[in-house]
T-cell receptor, first 114, second 115 residues
Framework: DADVTQTPRNRITKTGKRIMLECSQTKGHDRMYWYRQDPGLGLRLIYYSFDVKDINKGEISDGYSVSRQAQAKFSLSLESAIPNQTALYFC?????????????FGPGTRLLVL | AQSVTQLDSQVPVFEEAPVELRCNYSSSVSVYLFWYVQYPNQGLQLLLKYLSGSTLVKGINGFEAEFNKSQTSFHLRKPSVHISDTAEYFCAVSDYSGGYQKVTFGTGTKLQVIP
């Protein structure tokens, strides 16, 4: 079984709808991240969480919110989806401390906002 | 602030030829450097990383990278590519400025191996 899972894998929604993307991990990591990937722009960090009580904005958090329900679960919400939020979204995890910076990625969620 | 530059957005190369994917970074503190690979319709996975020690780092699938502090570079190389190496490659830099680990990814280089 995959260490980092994301649901759904694909989603089509309409402008103005609220949607939630979910991420679960079995790696036992404290740190979790949400990124979006757009062609030519690489990965950009939306939010990150270093533990259940520590949530921080990334470089492009506007229009997004997150919830860390447990160490293993980190969900991303789009409160009112807009077309320029069409992208590939990745969840990732990592350990804490020096030497544990490697990030482990989920398979991604492809989101289309009409 | 840290940044990562991958100047080549696409690199076509013939099968069994050597390849170098370039990565330059900037940071005001000591850094850790990574290369990740993304195969079609998959998430990213670690190819190799430099944390400390030897500047020549070997990774999976025959790839290697060399950390050059004076040139602030971490170029990825493979002496002979295979069709299965067709993927997108991302360079990333991590540091602990401000007490928090921060990771920044480059914009990616698509490697297209031509049979």
């Amino acid at each position: 079984d995959a260490d980092v899972t994301q649901t759904p894998r694909n989603r089509i929604t309409k402008t103005g709808k609220r949607i939630m993307l979910e991420c679960s991990q079995t790696k036992g990591h404290d740190r979790m991240y949400w990124y979006r990937q757009d062609p030519g722009l690489g990965l950009r960090l939306i939010y990150y969480s270093f533990d259940v009580k520590d949530i921080n904005k990334g470089e492009i958090s506007d229009g997004y919110s997150v919830s860390r329900q447990a160490q293993a679960k980190f969900s991303l919400s789009l409160e009112s989806a807009i077309p320029n939020q069409t992208a590939l979204y990745f969840c990732a995890t990592s350990g804490a401390g020096v030497g544990q910076e490697t990030q482990y990625f989920g398979p991604g969620t492809r989101l289309l906002v009409l | 602030a840290q940044s990562v530059t991958q100047l080549d957005s696409q690199v076509p190369v013939f099968e069994e030829a050597p390849v170098e994917l370039r990565c330059n970074y900037s940071s005001s503190v000591s850094v850790y450097l990574f290369w990740y690979v993304q195969y079609p319709n998959q998430g990213l996975q670690l190819l190799l990383k430099y944390l400390s020690g030897s500047t020549l780092v070997k990774g999976i699938n025959g790839f290697e990278a060399e950390f050059n502090k004076s040139q602030t570079s971490f170029h990825l190389r493979k002496p002979s590519v295979h069709i299965s190496d067709t993927a997108e490659y991302f360079c990333a830099v991590s540091d602990y400025s401000g007490g928090y680990q921060k990771v920044t990814f480059g914009t990616g280089t698509k490697l297209q191996v031509i049979p």
